[in-house]
């Protein structure tokens, strides 16, 4: 199935930035997509942005439109996620998962509807 390792996480104020990273092993260059969840605990997963290769296309929550911006290079096998103008409510365990359960246009990553998952990075966002 592959493998991915996030980084980059971190505490910051509010309104402040951080950009998390997300290595990918060669299986996954071949997956429909790759994006990025989060999760506050003891509550459901979120997806937030999604890269689908093919259609070369990106979507967003609307949580987080305007403010997150998703990116790949694929020379690296790196997907990044750049997070600006962060808020406490944007406080949460974010993975970076591949292979999306739906194909382009279902929005299945906001159900977090992916098959292979990493191990997660935290972001904690004080007021």
């Known amino acids: 199935q592959g493998r991915l390792v996030e980084s980059g996480g971190g505490s910051v104020q509010a309104g402040g930035s951080l950009t998390l990273s997300c290595e990918a092993s060669e299986e996954i260059q071949t997956s429909n997509c790759i994006g990025w969840v989060r999760q506050v605990s003891g509550k459901e997963r979120e997806g937030v942005a999604v890269?689908?290769?093919?259609?070369?296309?990106?979507r967003y929550a609307d949580s987080v439109k305007g403010r997150f911006t998703i990116s790949r290079d694929d020379a690296k096998s790196m997907v990044y996620l750049r997070m600006n103008d962060l808020k406490p409510e944007d406080t949460a365990m974010y993975y970076c998962?591949?292979?999306?359960?739906?194909?382009?246009?279902?929005?299945?990553?906001?159900?977090?509807?992916?098959?292979?998952w990493g191990q997660g990075t935290q972001v904690t966002v004080s007021s």
């Open positions: 998962a591949a292979t999306c359960g739906g194909p382009y246009g279902s929005d299945s990553f906001k159900k977090a509807d992916f098959y292979v």
């Open positions: 890269v689908y290769v093919g259609a070369d296309a990106t």
